[in-house]
């Protein structure tokens, strides 16, 4: 018998640096960066019903659910759905901080993309379920396809790469950037001449709205301070989120515990290949032995 439900993590990102290489004429800039996953995610349990509704508990304070990317992601895959009449009752334990450059949200877009791919019987391909992740937000793709990759356009053209796989220490700083703020800075580094992909895997982690989420945010400017005498700081995508990699769990967990209360901290690892993917593939290879199972055990006809 298939199984109707399906539990799967949905990890955060780190961009191991940024780069804004250009602006396109609608606005957008154009950007290099590496993301990696890390271990650190929420969790989302799908089960199908047969209503044609989408469930979602609890809800996100302050997300309404017709704006919550679980739902808009179940909403475009809808039309694809073997039957018309398949909804999805959806839980979600909600772990990962909200305006934090770490992606919760395009994460559980993307996982909500692939877990529904399969409990709906849509069958649609890696890309298929990427470009539909491209309209939800520029970062889904690349958990949609959930290999660390090398991504440049807005995020959306993705090479996989395999960057060393350190622990963080990550610090979210007590304040939500405003990505929007951020790029309409007049003062935002948009020149940073584009590199090739092999020179990309050997960089420091620059980050080009660093100066500019700093001089916004107040917070991140005294996290960054605080964190300079403990290693190589880095900021994520538009962050809040602050990291700094570090050889050994111990080491991670030793700053762990001087960082004021006040910041949020997780010690976590870089991932290569995201643990959506992971528990995804495992789901399906149990899936095709119960099926098999269930084949064997019927009567000859
Ligand atoms: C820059 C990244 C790197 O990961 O930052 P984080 O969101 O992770 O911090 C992302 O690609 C962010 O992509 P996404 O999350 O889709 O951006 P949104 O919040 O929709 O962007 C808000 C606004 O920022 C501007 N924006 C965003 C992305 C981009 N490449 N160029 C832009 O100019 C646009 O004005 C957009 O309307
Ligand atoms: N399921 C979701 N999880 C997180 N954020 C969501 C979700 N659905 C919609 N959002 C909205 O998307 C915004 C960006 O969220 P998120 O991806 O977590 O942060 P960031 O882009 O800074 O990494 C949130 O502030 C929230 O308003």
Redesign the pocket.
């Known amino acids: 018998m298939t199984n109707h439900s399906i539990s799967l993590p949905s990890p955060a990102k780190l961009n191991l640096f940024l780069h804004i290489t250009g602006r396109r004429n609608d606005g957008y800039h154009e950007l290099q960066t590496i993301f990696q996953f890390i271990n650190v995610c929420d969790q989302l349990d799908f089960t199908t019903t047969n209503d044609a509704l989408v469930h979602i508990l609890p809800a996100?304070k302050?997300?309404p659910l017709e704006?919550?990317?679980?739902y808009k992601a179940a909403q475009a895959l809808k039309p694809f759905a073997k039957n018309e009449a398949f909804g999805a009752n959806i839980s979600l334990k909600?772990r990962?901080p909200?305006?934090?450059?770490?992606?919760?949200?395009?994460s559980?877009a993307a996982t909500t993309l692939l877990a529904l791919n399969q409990l709906w019987q849509c069958d649609l391909s890696t890309d298929a379920l990427a470009n539909i992740g491209r309209h939800l937000g520029a970062d889904v793709p690349v958990f949609v396809r959930g290999n660390a990759a090398f991504a440049e356009g807005i995020g959306e053209l993705l090479t996989p790469v395999e960057p060393e796989t350190p622990f963080y220490l990550l610090v979210k700083p007590d304040c939500?950037?405003a990505?929007g703020q951020i790029f309409a800075d007049k003062y935002l580094t948009r020149d940073t001449p584009p590199i090739r992909i092999a020179h990309a895997l050997k960089l420091s982690g620059q980050n080009d709205c660093l100066e500019v989420v700093k001089k916004h945010n107040p917070e991140v400017n005294e996290a960054f301070e605080w964190l300079q005498d403990y290693g190589d700081v880095k900021l994520t995508?538009?962050g809040a989120c602050l990291f700094i990699a570090y050889n050994t769990i111990e080491d991670a967990e030793r700053v762990r515990a001087s960082v004021p209360k006040k910041w949020q901290t997780w010690v976590c690892q870089g991932c290569n290949v995201s643990p959506t993917h992971l528990a995804l593939n495992q789901w399906i290879k149990k899936q095709k032995s119960l099926r098999l199972n269930s084949e064997l055990s019927k009567p000859d006809e």
């Open positions: 996100i302050g997300v704006e919550n990317l679980i909600k990962l909200m305006g934090g450059g770490i992606g919760g949200g395009s559980n939500h950037v990505t995508g538009t």
